[in-house]
């Protein structure tokens, strides 16, 4: 299982100054207060490799550039006083930022820093704090010694660990001989793929615990999905490319693909699952207005079309594994449902996003195991699969 601690071993977070960030009041190139990074660095210059990271709820405005770093006392040759200093090279991140936005340095090897800035009031922000820990983060480094304070990473942990663009490397080599019997060197369709990871997991309930069964089914069928991947890619490097630089970029984004597509798909292939188990009603991917198709239909299409059908008693519910701005796709996906659920598994949205998808009319639902993401006062406005599963079947009751 992995640990936070495999990806930092200690990082310090704070708000960027303006001194920081604007080239018209300084070009000092340093971060301000970096005086306790002693815990972390210690007392000896070193020279790190950085990677410098800018997040945004707008996927385009996600940067990442590599830089150079130096760890230094400016007063070395002080008998009495020390001056730490962390030097970084002109990047286009801290040109891009704001006075405000959360910036996390986190060391990620040896000699390797991880610069992370989120936009201020964005989910990327909400999405750093939580998984560091952090509370309210003012203009002091708040330092935190990752090793010493370790926790073992969880779905939503995975996710925002992913985000920041680290591979997680967790696989199920004791599964390996059954997944080769079953579909040999080659990827099964998505169904069948999500079928055989159900079965594999045992201890759980779709309609006990439909919340905690789908993160049980959507872990597993990663993990079985990378070890599989795994076997098959390293058979295929070691085929080798022959120099054919068209090829191997081929295949990369075919391996690239492969996963988004995987993922989306498999979260509705348990969703359906759990649905079937619940004997709840429901259309999968049915088209409504203008070729729209909705994820979810609740009782069924052919009650949706029918205009005579009361419209109180029809659910629609959009399926995201990731939200973003991608959340407002769901709004015209079934004109006669006027009040729309989304589930997602983006762990914490910022307010900013929920409270504009309570102004759409766009219910959020969030696996419970994720729910703890999310602020107090957002967990007041969301509902849990479970929440869904009642509220659907009470209308189904009513037909």
Known sequence: MSQLSTYFSG?????????????????QHEFNGINEFRVIFGDDKINFEGKFIYLDDDPDQIITEDSNLTWYDARANHATRTEYRLYYSTNSIISNSSVGDLVVIGRTGENKLAIIVASQGSTAEQQIKWLFGLEEVANKFIIRDIIADDQVLNFAGKYVISILGFEIEDTAPNYLEQLLENFGNTFPTTAIFSEFARSTVEDVSAVEEPDKTLIAWLEREELLFKTLEKHIVSQRLEQGFAGDVDDFVRYSLSVHNRRKSRAGHSFENHLASIFQENKILFSKGKKTERNNKPDFLFPNIENYKNLNFNTSLLTMLGVKTSAKDRWRQV??????????????????????????????????????????????AQQEEIISLSNFIHLVRDKQEKL
């Not at 990082?11 to 070009?27: C, D, H, M, Q, Y």
């Not at 449902?337 to 997602?344: A, E, P």
Request: aromatic fraction near 4%; charge should be negative.
């Open 331 to 376: 709004l015209s996906e079934a004109e006669r449902i006027s009040n729309k659920h989304l589930i997602t598994l983006e762990p914490g949205i910022s307010s900013n996003q929920t409270i504009e998808m309570k102004e759409q009319s766009l219910q959020l639902v969030i696996p419970y195991p994720l729910i703890e993401t999310y602020t107090t």
């Open 11 to 27: 990082i310090g977070a704070k708000r960027l100054s303006n001194v920081e960030v604007n080239p018209n009041v300084s070009n």
